[in-house]
């Protein structure tokens, strides 16, 4: 997608950009439960959903909204459901069935404060590890992030193209501070915007094997109602779809998991960079963030200090090839979180003692202002 | 001879369950009713929790959806309200709709969402071992109840029903031909539509409780499950320990997911109206 897109101007918080995106993204099911700071992509939905033939429900529990898009999803529907950090908790288990079964959907999280109920109103950052091993069991994982609507009406549609690419469960990790912002944001040319919908079989019935190994490894799932009889599950599975005991079966289903991802890490990986070239400090920083961060990197320009930006919008997999790249040409990375340091520990896991790692956090439900970033930028240069 | 082959995963046997189990039993007795409805087997899903039960859906040759121990109801509910074509056919067990999963078994019924939901109830926590569950009666022995079970057990059915299902029936493994029309009866209602079974765990549950011969656990069927208009007729002291089988509860109400279909179609009106 073009990052500066021609068509028309519009004003949007980035919640309402959000739900925009899994429309145009072709979303035709949204099952969720209230929690803030999430809930005006649900009272957006619910109004347009219906009138473009699609369903809406509010269940009972994340749980259970969890349950109802995987549900929805395996008739061919496109699924959404969105919540912030307790919630993403309750989601984890049918996460996991989501990845388990290669079952498409996408799950957001609008980072609040926690643990526990936290800080439902306050922006943070710490559910960036729980996105990646909240829920059981060895997997790979998408997960997306973006700094502004314009980002998060743009990540939601790649979302769901990645969903239905890869057979995956994709997650949106967003932040109270860009989820409740209004900005000016443009909605592109329908026809500039890409759509990808999952492949349906084109073998018999009889022929079909819904977990066979493709040439990209990802598997076809023929909608239920289609004339293709399978089954689904969590259990540990075969090519058939059917549970299986057999060690060496089990093996490849756990292996296909994680490197059904890693094998197209190349087109899953996104970042953008600002000033990176000659920088000697590199700020890491992502979502509602990395605006400060960017903020901060011209004004040390300005000042004549050579500080850089990388923002992953792409946070899982992680960037690690992409850091032990800067890592070769920087002093030292500087990452910025409103969390005590999720992300950091993989700045510095990636980055292999070739660049000091420093730190800037914050957990009071206050933003990072750039000057924070600035000061720290100021010791190091 | 009725011609089961046409409905089974063959490749999928022998079963899991052990013998004397009654759960193959209901397989059989659904198999029947799908058929003498017609129902396509290409527009049938079974979703299952969790269970001994949940796992009937590897043998019947439909849709099937084996998810989350108590979740079943919640992913039946996307798979209904995206596709309400489909006929969605819930296995659940008694732990699993009404311990871990009570909270989408209730709110299945209050939305009178439209789905078949068979609730195998064997009064224990069969897959796992024979663990107690909302059901054991009070007194009755379970792995985690070995002094007898202190908790009075769930009114699963009474609860369906005051939930705002409905269809709510009790049927059991014994009284096979009643089960067929009770199967039949629910497949056939738009709504929310429950059949309790009394499926016998001699495994989990007879074993503990001085009814570890499949047998015995039958002919307990067949002296206690009493057709609800014979006990109704029955004496007070002979309905003492006797449950009440048939068609426990039948109305009419609107059901969710051809209500959101009218939503869909008065929108569209409106729109048009306003164009
Ligand atoms: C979240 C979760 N908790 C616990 C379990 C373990 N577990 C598997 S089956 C089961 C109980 C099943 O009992 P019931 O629903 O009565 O079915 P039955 O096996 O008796 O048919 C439990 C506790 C699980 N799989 N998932
Ligand atoms: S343990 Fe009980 S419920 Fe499970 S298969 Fe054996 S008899 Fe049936």
Redesign the pocket.
């Known amino acids: 997608m073009p990052s500066s897109p021609t068509g028309k101007i519009v004003m949007m918080q980035g919640n309402d950009a959000c739900a925009e995106g899994a429309i145009w993204a072709g979303c035709r099911f949204f099952a969720g439960y209230p929690i803030t700071p999430s809930s005006e992509i649900a009272e957006y939905l619910v109004r347009k959903l219906p009138r473009i033939g699609g369903k809406f429900i509010q269940m009972e529990d994340e749980i259970a909204a969890m349950g109802a898009v995987i549900g929805a999803s395996l008739t061919g529907a496109k699924a959404l459901t969105a919540t912030s950090g307790p919630g993403f908790s309750l989601k984890q ?1 049918n996460l996991g069935h989501a990845v388990m079964a290669e079952v498409p959907c996408v799950v957001v999280d609008v980072q609040r404060g926690g643990p526990s109920t936290g800080t439902p109103t306050l922006p943070a950052q710490m559910d960036m590890q729980q996105a990646r091993w909240g829920s059981h069991g060895d997997h790979g994982v998408i997960a997306l992030t973006a700094s502004s609507a314009q980002e998060m009406f743009e990540q939601t549609i790649q979302a769901f193209n990645f969903a239905e690419t890869y057979m995956t469960p994709v997650i949106l990790l967003f932040d109270e501070i860009v989820g409740h912002m209004t900005e000016r944001m443009v909605l592109p040319e329908r026809a500039s915007v890409k759509i990808v919908n999952r492949k349906q079989p084109t073998v018999s019935p009889d022929e079909y094997l819904p977990y066979e190994k493709t040439k990209d490894d990802i598997p076809v799932l023929a909608n239920f109602g289609t004339g293709y009889r399978y089954n689904v599950t969590g259990l540990c599975h075969d090519e058939t779809g059917f549970p299986t005991n057999d060690a060496k079966k089990i093996e490849t289903n756990i292996l296909h998991l994680t490197e059904k991802i890693e094998r197209h890490r190349r087109e899953i990986m996104r970042w953008k960079t600002f000033g990176l070239d000659d920088a000697e400090v590199c700020i890491f920083a992502y979502g509602g963030v990395a605006r400060s961060a960017k903020r901060a990197v011209k004004e040390c320009r300005e000042a004549g200090m050579k500080v850089g930006l990388f923002e992953p919008t792409t946070i899982w997999p992680f960037p690690s090839e992409e850091i032990l790249d800067i890592a070769g040409r920087v002093k030292s990375f500087v990452c910025v979180e409103m969390n005590l340091g999720q992300m950091a520990r993989e700045v510095e896991l990636a980055a292999k003692c070739k660049a000091e790692i420093h730190r800037v956090n914050r957990v009071d439900g206050d933003p990072i202002t750039p000057n924070q970033i600035i000061d720290k930028v100021k010791e190091l240069v | 001879m009725f011609d089961y082959l046409e409905y089974i995963r063959e490749r999928n046997f022998p079963h899991i369950w052990c013998s004397g189990c009654g759960d193959g039993i209901v397989l059989k007795s659904l198999i029947r009713s799908i058929k003498k409805l017609g129902i396509p087997k290409d527009e049938a899903v079974m979703v299952a ?6 796992r009937t859906p590897g043998y019947l040759d439909i849709n099937t959806l084996h998810t ?2 108590g979740r079943a109801i919640a992913f039946a509910t996307g798979v209904k309200l995206a596709n309400p074509r489909l006929h969605v056919i819930v296995v ?5 709709a009404t311990a ?1 999963g009570g909270n989408h078994y209730i709110h299945g019924a209050r939305r009178n969402i439209d789905l078949t939901v068979l609730l ?1 109830n ?1 009064y ?5 071992g024979g663990q107690v ?1 909302p059901t054991t009666p009070r007194g009755k022995n379970a792995s985690t109840a070995p002094f007898g079970n202190l908790e009075p057990s769930f009114n699963i059915s009474g609860l369906a029903q005051a939930a705002g299902a409905s269809f709510v029936a009790l049927g059991d493994v014994y009284h096979v031909q009643q089960l067929d029309k009770l199967i039949t009866a629910a497949l056939s209602k738009k709504g929310f539509s429950v059949v309790e079974i009394l499926s016998p ?1 001699p495994t989990a549950y007879g074993r503990r409780n001085k009814l570890a011969n499949p047998v015995d656990l039958m002919n307990w069927l067949k002296d206690n499950v009493v057709q609800k208009d014979k006990l109704d007729k029955m004496a007070e002291d002979e309905k003492v320990g006797k449950i009440a089988s048939g068609i426990l509860w039948d109305v009419e109400k609107p059901e969710f997911s051809a209500e959101y279909d009218k939503l869909i179609e008065r929108l569209k009106a409106e729109k048009r109206s306003a164009e």
């Open positions: 288990e | 929790g969790i269970g001994c039960s949940s989350t121990h659940t067990g008694d732990g699993d871990i195998y064997n224990i926590y069969g897959m796992t569950s765990c």
